[in-house]
């Protein structure tokens, strides 16, 4: 079960956009419309910010955003802020003998 | 509200099973979601262990698959994992989740248990 991609880290200044990659393949992420974003703060559990590539759950901030194009997933955070701040992975549904494939993870650093 | 409340011992012995337990409330376990539980070594990213559908069926990370037990206990509205044959690389955060049946996305999270593997 081999892990989506992701960058290892995103920086940016206050205010402006960041967006991080989720690669996959035409397993997991190239053929369903259901992939995932959490935001993990240090020593707190994952928080759904993103899922079915890009609609957002209630109370999550219209700054976070997602899109897919082929094999790759992408989480946008425009008007970057402090609390920003946190450790993103992404998650697809791969069919159901895989289920789950998880991205290793993109620290983010404001 | 779907609330998750994980139960279990947070040091194992290496060769030994780690069984750790989650309590549901807010929301009857048999009338939907995916009930399972994902890991996290100290320092490192997120690893899916399986997830038991309200159904019935059960899906296991195939690198994990001979070792991993998930259980439903709807009577007491909880579900609990099994893991045999312990070694320290299964030393991690162990969070029980609820995933959405449809958008196949994990909504709940329970808080986490650091379980240790050591003698």
């Known amino acids: 079960q081999s892990a989506l991609a992701q960058p290892a880290s995103v920086s940016g200044s206050p205010g402006q956009s960041i967006t991080i990659s989720c690669t996959g393949t035409s397993s997991d992420v190239g053929t369903y419309d259901l992939v995932s974003w959490y935001q993990q703060h240090p020593g707190k559990a994952p928080k759904l910010m993103i899922f079915e590539n890009s609609k957002r759950p209630s109370g999550i901030s219209n700054r976070f955003s997602g899109s897919k194009s082929g094999s790759t997933a992408s989480l946008t955070i425009s008007g970057l802020r402090a609390e920003d701040e946190a450790d993103y992975y992404c998650i697809s549904y791969a069919g159901s003998t895989t289920f789950f494939v998880l991205g290793s993870g993109t620290k983010v650093t404001v | 509200q779907v609330q998750l409340q994980q139960s279990g011992p947070g040091l194992v012995i290496p060769s030994e099973t780690l069984s750790l337990t989650c309590s549901v409330s807010?929301?009857?376990?048999?009338?939907?979601?995916?009930w399972g539980w994902i890991r996290q070594p100290p320092g490192k990213g997120l690893e899916w262990i399986g997830n038991?559908?309200?159904?019935?069926?059960?899906y296991y990370n195939p690198s994990l698959k001979s070792r991993v037990t998930i259980s439903v206990d709807t009577s007491k509205n909880q579900f609990s994992l099994k893991l045999t044959s312990v070694t320290a690389a299964d030393s991690a955060v162990y969070y029980c989740?609820?995933?959405?049946?449809?958008?196949?996305?994990?909504?709940?999270w329970g808080p986490g248990t650091l379980v240790t593997i050591s003698s």
């Open positions: 989740a609820s995933t959405d049946t449809a958008m196949v996305a994990v909504v709940f």
């Open positions: 038991h559908h309200y159904i019935g069926d059960t």
């Open positions: 807010g929301y009857p376990i048999s009338d939907g979601y995916f």
